[in-house]
C-alpha cells in the first residue's frame, strides 16, 4: 500500500462567509464561548468538527478545544500536556481518558479535527473515533462503558476554548466549528480531498444537526455578542455567548482572515486575503514569549536573542508591521537567512533589522544611525523586495531617509540573495511588539505590489499544484508485506519508478537499491562496501505504478516473509540516454523538473568531469563503485563552500576531497582503478526537496529547520565528527539507518517532528548533538503553500 501522510489543500473557494474568518482565543485573556442548553441532547452519540490552528503548546496548560461540565467529572476534547491529543469522557463521579500517540505541535498551519463519539458501540474501540486531518488517528487509554451518557450535549455548561472548571484557557484559532448532535460521522462530512493537489479541504457540512447542534464560522465580527461573533448558522438558534473577545481595530483584535482556505487578491490593506498567514513561530524562539496567537512578542527578564517566523520566502515583494506596544532599549525587528537564534537580528552576515528605540539599523554586527528612534505605540514598518534585493524600514507611514519601496529610491541595505523570514527580539523584560502580517488590516497601506505573508500569495510551486505534478509523482513510499518468496506486485507508488530503495522493517538485513540504469535484479545495499550483486528474482520490473518482485530462494531480503516492508521510489527519466557533457561519457536519467538523476559512468583511474543532466548544479552526489568492493561516497559543497564527502556506509566524519564543485551540467570524480560507477544527483527543487545543513543545539532550545514544504522523508548525518549512523526518517516517526542493516525504530514524540514547513528537532546525540553540524535531503508530501498542520 502507499504510506500517503495526511495533508490539507486550502480550496479556492470561500463564498457566503464560509471560513471567511477565524477567532483567536488567548488565554491570557480568559477567552472562550459558552452556552447552556435549555434541554439535554443526545449525551452517547454525537460529532464535534472543527479547524484549529494552535499558538501556545501545552506546556501544562492543557488547552481545550470543548468541554462540558459534569460535575466531579466533566467531558473534554483538546491537547493534553506534551501535546498529545486527547478526549475526557465524564459525567458525574465517572470519567474515562483516551490520548493519542502521536503529539501535534505544528504551529505553522491548520488541522481539522474530528471526535465522533458513539457509547452505543458494542466494540468498546468503536465508541470513541479521532481523525486529524482527514485521517483516523491511533487513541489508547480506557474507553466508556457501553450506553455511558457524557456530559457533552447535557443541559449543562457547554464551553469552547476553556476546560469546564475554569482553570485552563486556549491558545488556538478556530473557525467552521459543527457540532451535529445524535450521529456519530467520518470526516467526509466537513472535508474533501482537493483534486488537483490530492490534499484535504474544507467543505461545507449539509446533513442534520439535531437538538444541540450547531455551526460556528466567526464571520459576524460587527460585536461580541451571541447573535454576532456567536451566531450558530445551522439554522438552530443555538448561539454561543462570547467572553472576552475584541473586535475593535488594532492589536486586540480577535477576529481575523486566517483561516484554512485560499481566496482573495491582496490589495495592500491587510485583512482582506484569506489563507494561512505568517505568526511568530515558538519553535524557532530562543526564549521570548509568545501570545495573542503568536503575534504578540513579549521580552524576558533574560535577554534572548532571536525569535523566526513560519513563513519564508525567497522572491516577491512583502510587507508587515510591528507595532512597539511597550518600548525597551534595543527591541530589534527586521529578516534574516537560516532561521538560526543564537544570534540578534543584524549580528550576522544574513540579517538585516532596525534598533526600534535607538533609530539605528543593524547588519553583520555594524549599527549606524538611521531614521528615527520609535516610542511606546509606534508603527514600525518593514517592505523587503526579493526580486531586487532590497529592504526598506519606516515608522507611521514614513519611510526612512525618504526612501521609496516601489521605486527601490534607497534601501536601507541591498541584500544577499536568499531564503528570509521576518525575525524579531524585543529585549528583556517590559519590551513588546504586536505584529501584522496582513491577517487583520495594517495601519498604513503596503506599498503598491506589496504583499502580505499569507500562503495564499505564496508563489505557485513547480511541483504540488496540479493532478500531474503532485508531490507523490516523483518521491513516494510504499508499505508492503512479504509472500514468503512468492512473486507478487506492489503498487500504489503513482508512478513507475526508476529508483528503489527497499528496506525490511523488522529484520536485521541488507538495504537493497535497485535503478533504471543498472537494470533490475542487479542490487547494491548502502550498509556494506560490496560490489553490485546480480540477484534474478528479486526486483523483476519497474511497472507504471510499482514493480515487481520475484521468488528470489537467496533470501535477498525483499519478499521473504509476511512481515513489512518500506519502499522509497523516485522517478528519475526513464530509459538513459547518452551524455557527453563532462570528460567521460554517461548514461543519464535524469528529472530535471524533480532535481534527480542517475548516471552511470566508467572511470578512468584520473579526476575527470561527468555530465549529470540536471540543467542546475546538484548539492548532492552519492556515487558507488558497481563492479567492486568500495564505499559509498556522499559528495556536497553546502557544508563549507568547498567539495567534502561522507560515506553512506560508516560513521565516518565528512573531510575535503578535492574536487572542483559541480556546475549545471557536470562534477568530477576520480576511481584509480577505473571500475564501472552509479552516480544519484540530487539538487534543491522549491517547494519539494532540499539539501542543506543545520546546527545541534543538545536540545537546551527546540531546534527547528524551514524547508518550505511538508517533508515526507528526511535522510540526515552529523559531517563534524565520527561515530554517528546516518538517519532516514519519515512522517510516522520511525528511522532506520542507511549504514547498518538494522530494524526500523520507532520512537515517539521520534527525533524529528514534521511540521507543515519544516521540521523541529526533539532529539540528542545522533540528530541534534550539541554544536555538531548535520547535512540533511528532504523531499516534500506537499509544498507549505497547501500544507496542513503535521
Same mark, same amino acid.
Given at each position: 500500500?502507499?504510506?500517503?501522510?495526511?495533508?490539507?489543500?486550502?480550496?479556492?473557494?470561500?463564498?457566503?462567509?464560509?471560513?471567511?474568518?477565524?477567532?483567536?482565543?488567548?488565554?491570557?485573556?480568559?477567552?472562550?464561548?459558552?452556552?447552556?442548553?435549555?434541554?439535554?441532547?443526545?449525551?452517547?452519540?454525537?460529532?464535534?468538527?472543527?479547524?484549529?490552528?494552535?499558538?501556545?503548546?501545552?506546556?501544562?496548560?492543557?488547552?481545550?478545544?470543548?468541554?462540558?461540565?459534569?460535575?466531579?467529572?466533566?467531558?473534554?476534547?483538546?491537547?493534553?500536556?506534551?501535546?498529545?491529543?486527547?478526549?475526557?469522557?465524564?459525567?458525574?463521579?465517572?470519567?474515562?481518558?483516551?490520548?493519542?500517540?502521536?503529539?501535534?505541535?505544528?504551529?505553522?498551519?491548520?488541522?481539522?479535527?474530528?471526535?465522533?463519539?458513539?457509547?452505543?458501540?458494542?466494540?468498546?474501540?468503536?465508541?470513541?473515533?479521532?481523525?486529524?486531518?482527514?485521517?483516523?488517528?491511533?487513541?489508547?487509554?480506557?474507553?466508556?462503558?457501553?450506553?455511558?451518557?457524557?456530559?457533552?450535549?447535557?443541559?449543562?455548561?457547554?464551553?469552547?476554548?476553556?476546560?469546564?472548571?475554569?482553570?485552563?484557557?486556549?491558545?488556538?484559532?478556530?473557525?467552521?466549528?459543527?457540532?451535529?448532535?445524535?450521529?456519530?460521522?467520518?470526516?467526509?462530512?466537513?472535508?474533501?480531498?482537493?483534486?488537483?493537489?490530492?490534499?484535504?479541504?474544507?467543505?461545507?457540512?449539509?446533513?442534520?444537526?439535531?437538538?444541540?447542534?450547531?455551526?460556528?464560522?466567526?464571520?459576524?465580527?460587527?460585536?461580541?455578542?451571541?447573535?454576532?461573533?456567536?451566531?450558530?448558522?445551522?439554522?438552530?438558534?443555538?448561539?454561543?455567548?462570547?467572553?472576552?473577545?475584541? =473586535?475593535?481595530?488594532?492589536?486586540?483584535?480577535?477576529?481575523?482572515?486566517?483561516?484554512?482556505?485560499?481566496?482573495?487578491?491582496?490589495?495592500?490593506?491587510?485583512?482582506?486575503?484569506?489563507?494561512?498567514?505568517?505568526?511568530?513561530?515558538?519553535?524557532?524562539?530562543?526564549?521570548?514569549?509568545?501570545?495573542?496567537?503568536?503575534?504578540?512578542?513579549?521580552?524576558?527578564?533574560?535577554?534572548?536573542?532571536?525569535?523566526?517566523?513560519?513563513?519564508?520566502?525567497?522572491?516577491?515583494?512583502?510587507?508587515?508591521?510591528?507595532?512597539?506596544?511597550?518600548?525597551?532599549?534595543?527591541?530589534?525587528?527586521?529578516?534574516?537567512?537560516?532561521?538560526?537564534?543564537?544570534?540578534?537580528?543584524?549580528?550576522?552576515?544574513?540579517?538585516?533589522?532596525?534598533?526600534?528605540?535607538?533609530?539605528?539599523?543593524?547588519?553583520?554586527?555594524?549599527?549606524?544611525?538611521?531614521?528615527?528612534?520609535?516610542?511606546?505605540?509606534?508603527?514600525?514598518?518593514?517592505?523587503?523586495?526579493?526580486?531586487?534585493?532590497?529592504?526598506?524600514?519606516?515608522?507611521?507611514?514614513?519611510?526612512?531617509?525618504?526612501?521609496?519601496? =516601489?521605486?527601490?529610491?534607497?534601501?536601507?541595505?541591498?541584500?544577499?540573495?536568499?531564503?528570509?523570514?521576518?525575525?524579531?527580539?524585543?529585549?528583556?523584560?517590559?519590551?513588546?511588539?504586536?505584529?501584522?502580517?496582513?491577517?487583520?488590516?495594517?495601519?498604513?497601506?503596503?506599498?503598491?505590489?506589496?504583499?502580505?505573508?499569507?500562503?495564499?500569495?505564496?508563489?505557485?510551486?513547480?511541483?504540488?499544484?496540479?493532478?500531474?505534478?503532485?508531490?507523490?509523482?516523483?518521491?513516494?513510499?510504499?508499505?508492503?508485506?512479504?509472500?514468503?518468496?512468492?512473486?507478487?506486485?506492489?503498487?500504489?507508488?503513482?508512478?513507475?519508478?526508476?529508483?528503489?530503495?527497499?528496506?525490511?522493517?523488522?529484520?536485521?538485513?541488507?538495504?537493497?537499491?535497485?535503478?533504471?540504469?543498472?537494470?533490475?535484479?542487479?542490487?547494491?545495499?548502502?550498509? =556494506?562496501?560490496?560490489?553490485?550483486?546480480?540477484?534474478?528474482?528479486?526486483?523483476?520490473?519497474?511497472?507504471?505504478?510499482?514493480?515487481?518482485?520475484?521468488?528470489?530462494?537467496?533470501?535477498?531480503?525483499?519478499?521473504?516473509?509476511?512481515?513489512?516492508?518500506?519502499?522509497?521510489?523516485?522517478?528519475?527519466?526513464?530509459?538513459?540516454?547518452?551524455?557527453?557533457?563532462?570528460?567521460?561519457?554517461?548514461?543519464?536519467?535524469?528529472?530535471?523538473?524533480?532535481?534527480?538523476?542517475?548516471?552511470?559512468?566508467?572511470?578512468?583511474?584520473?579526476?575527470?568531469?561527468?555530465?549529470?543532466?540536471?540543467?542546475?548544479?546538484?548539492?548532492?552526489?552519492?556515487?558507488?563503485?558497481?563492479?567492486?568492493?568500495?564505499?559509498?561516497?556522499?559528495?556536497?559543497?553546502?557544508?563549507?563552500?568547498?567539495?567534502?564527502?561522507?560515506?553512506?556506509?560508516?560513521?565516518?566524519?565528512?573531510?575535503?576531497?578535492?574536487?572542483?564543485?559541480?556546475?549545471?551540467?557536470?562534477?568530477?570524480?576520480?576511481?584509480?582503478?577505473?571500475?564501472?560507477?552509479?552516480?544519484?544527483?540530487?539538487?534543491?527543487?522549491?517547494?519539494?526537496?532540499?539539501?542543506?545543513?543545520?546546527?545541534?543545539?543538545?536540545?537546551?532550545?527546540?531546534?527547528?529547520?524551514?524547508?518550505?514544504?511538508?517533508?515526507?522523508?528526511?535522510?540526515?548525518?552529523?559531517?563534524?565528527?565520527?561515530?554517528?549512523?546516518?538517519?532516514?526518517?519519515?512522517?510516522?516517526?520511525?528511522?532506520?539507518?542507511?549504514?547498518?542493516?538494522?530494524?526500523?525504530?520507532?520512537?515517539?514524540?521520534?527525533?524529528?517532528?514534521?511540521?507543515?514547513?519544516?521540521?523541529?528537532?526533539?532529539?540528542?546525540?545522533?540528530?541534534?548533538?550539541?554544536?555538531?553540524?548535520?547535512?540533511?535531503?528532504?523531499?516534500?508530501?506537499?509544498?507549505?503553500?497547501?500544507?496542513?498542520?503535521?
Amino acid at each position: 500500500m502507499a504510506f500517503t501522510p495526511r495533508r490539507l489543500m486550502r480550496g479556492a473557494s470561500g463564498a457566503g462567509g464560509s471560513r471567511a474568518r477565524s477567532l483567536r482565543f488567548n488565554s491570557a485573556d480568559s477567552a472562550y464561548l459558552n452556552r447552556t442548553p435549555a434541554s439535554a441532547g443526545n449525551r452517547r452519540t454525537w460529532t464535534w468538527s472543527g479547524w484549529v490552528k494552535r499558538s501556545a503548546l501545552s506546556g501544562g496548560n492543557y488547552p481545550q478545544l470543548m468541554s462540558a461540565d459534569g460535575g466531579t467529572y466533566g467531558s473534554k476534547i483538546g491537547f493534553f500536556d506534551g501535546d498529545y491529543f486527547w478526549v475526557d469522557v465524564g459525567q458525574g463521579s465517572t470519567y474515562t481518558r483516551l490520548t493519542s500517540t502521536a503529539v501535534y505541535r505544528d504551529v505553522s498551519a491548520w488541522y481539522h479535527i474530528v471526535v465522533a463519539q458513539d457509547t452505543t458501540q458494542a466494540t468498546e474501540t468503536n465508541r470513541v473515533k479521532v481523525y486529524i486531518n482527514g485521517s483516523q488517528i491511533t487513541i489508547s487509554g480506557t474507553w466508556p462503558t457501553q450506553n455511558f451518557d457524557g456530559s457533552i450535549n447535557n443541559n449543562s455548561a457547554q464551553n469552547i476554548g476553556r476546560e469546564s472548571t475554569a482553570t485552563y484557557y486556549s491558545d488556538v484559532y478556530m473557525t467552521e466549528v459543527y457540532m451535529v448532535d445524535g450521529q456519530a460521522l467520518t470526516p467526509s462530512s466537513f472535508g474533501e480531498t482537493n483534486a488537483d493537489t490530492g490534499v484535504w479541504q474544507p467543505k461545507a457540512y449539509t446533513g442534520t444537526y439535531g437538538t444541540n447542534g450547531f455551526y460556528l464560522n466567526f464571520s459576524d465580527n460587527s460585536n461580541t455578542t451571541a447573535t454576532t461573533l456567536g451566531r450558530d448558522y445551522s439554522g438552530n438558534g443555538n448561539n454561543w455567548t462570547p467572553n472576552n473577545f475584541s =473586535v475593535s481595530s488594532g492589536v486586540g483584535n480577535d477576529s481575523v482572515v486566517d483561516v484554512p482556505t485560499s481566496f482573495g487578491t491582496d490589495t495592500g490593506v491587510g485583512g482582506n486575503v484569506r489563507g494561512n498567514y505568517c505568526t511568530w513561530n515558538p519553535l524557532s524562539n530562543s526564549g521570548g514569549a509568545l501570545v495573542n496567537g503568536n503575534l504578540q512578542f513579549n521580552g524576558t527578564s533574560s535577554p534572548f536573542t532571536r525569535g523566526n517566523s513560519t513563513i519564508a520566502v525567497s522572491s516577491g515583494k512583502w510587507y508587515f508591521e510591528a507595532n512597539l506596544t511597550t518600548a525597551s532599549s534595543s527591541t530589534t525587528v527586521g529578516i534574516g537567512q537560516g532561521f538560526i537564534t543564537d544570534k540578534y537580528p543584524g549580528q550576522d552576515a544574513l540579517s538585516y533589522a532596525q534598533t526600534l528605540e535607538q533609530g539605528s539599523k543593524i547588519n553583520n554586527n555594524v549599527q549606524p544611525a538611521y531614521g528615527v528612534a520609535l516610542t511606546s505605540g509606534d508603527i514600525f514598518m518593514c517592505a523587503f523586495d526579493l526580486d531586487n534585493n532590497k529592504i526598506f524600514f519606516g515608522r507611521n507611514g514614513t519611510w526612512f531617509d525618504s526612501s521609496n519601496p =516601489v521605486t527601490g529610491t534607497s534601501p536601507a541595505y541591498t541584500l544577499t540573495a536568499g531564503t528570509y523570514c521576518p525575525i524579531a527580539r524585543p529585549y528583556s523584560t517590559g519590551g513588546v511588539i504586536h505584529s501584522n502580517f496582513g491577517q487583520r488590516p495594517f495601519a498604513y497601506t503596503a506599498p503598491s505590489g506589496f504583499k502580505a505573508l499569507c500562503t495564499t500569495n505564496l508563489p505557485t510551486p513547480t511541483i504540488g499544484a496540479t493532478t500531474a505534478t503532485q508531490s507523490g509523482k516523483f518521491f513516494n513510499t510504499v508499505l508492503y508485506n512479504g509472500t514468503n518468496q512468492t512473486a507478487q506486485n506492489i503498487t500504489g507508488v503513482g508512478f513507475q519508478p526508476d529508483f528503489t530503495w527497499i528496506k525490511w522493517r523488522v529484520n536485521t538485513y541488507y538495504h537493497n537499491l535497485f535503478d533504471v540504469l543498472r537494470g533490475v535484479n542487479n542490487v547494491l545495499s548502502t550498509n =556494506v562496501a560490496v560490489a553490485e550483486g546480480i540477484r534474478s528474482g528479486t526486483l523483476t520490473s519497474f511497472n507504471s505504478d510499482g514493480f515487481s518482485l520475484g521468488n528470489d530462494s537467496t533470501y535477498s531480503g525483499v519478499n521473504v516473509d509476511a512481515t513489512s516492508y518500506v519502499a522509497w521510489n523516485w522517478k528519475a527519466g526513464g530509459t538513459g540516454v547518452n551524455n557527453t557533457s563532462g570528460q567521460i561519457s554517461s548514461t543519464v536519467s535524469a528529472n530535471p523538473t524533480a532535481g534527480f538523476s542517475i548516471v552511470t559512468f566508467t572511470a578512468d583511474g584520473t579526476t575527470k568531469t561527468v555530465g549529470h543532466g540536471l540543467g542546475v548544479k546538484p548539492s548532492l552526489i552519492i556515487v558507488k563503485v558497481r563492479n567492486g568492493s568500495g564505499s559509498w561516497i556522499t559528495m556536497t559543497d553546502i557544508i563549507t563552500g568547498s567539495m567534502q564527502y561522507g560515506v553512506l556506509n560508516s560513521t565516518a566524519a565528512f573531510a575535503n576531497i578535492g574536487y572542483s564543485a559541480p556546475t549545471s551540467t557536470v562534477f568530477q570524480y576520480n576511481d584509480n582503478n577505473g571500475n564501472t560507477q552509479v552516480a544519484y544527483c540530487f539538487a534543491s527543487i522549491e517547494g519539494y526537496s532540499k539539501i542543506g545543513t543545520y546546527t545541534g543545539n543538545g536540545n537546551t532550545n527546540r531546534n527547528f529547520v524551514y524547508l518550505g514544504f511538508t517533508p515526507a522523508l528526511i535522510l540526515v548525518k552529523r559531517t563534524s565528527s565520527s561515530g554517528t549512523n546516518w538517519r532516514i526518517v519519515n512522517p510516522r516517526r520511525v528511522y532506520l539507518s542507511p549504514n547498518t542493516s538494522d530494524t526500523e525504530y520507532a520512537s515517539y514524540p521520534g527525533p524529528f517532528l514534521q511540521t507543515a514547513n519544516g521540521f523541529e528537532i526533539s532529539a540528542g546525540d545522533d540528530v541534534n548533538e550539541n554544536g555538531g553540524t548535520f547535512i540533511y535531503a528532504a523531499f516534500a508530501s506537499s509544498p507549505f503553500k497547501y500544507a496542513l498542520a503535521q
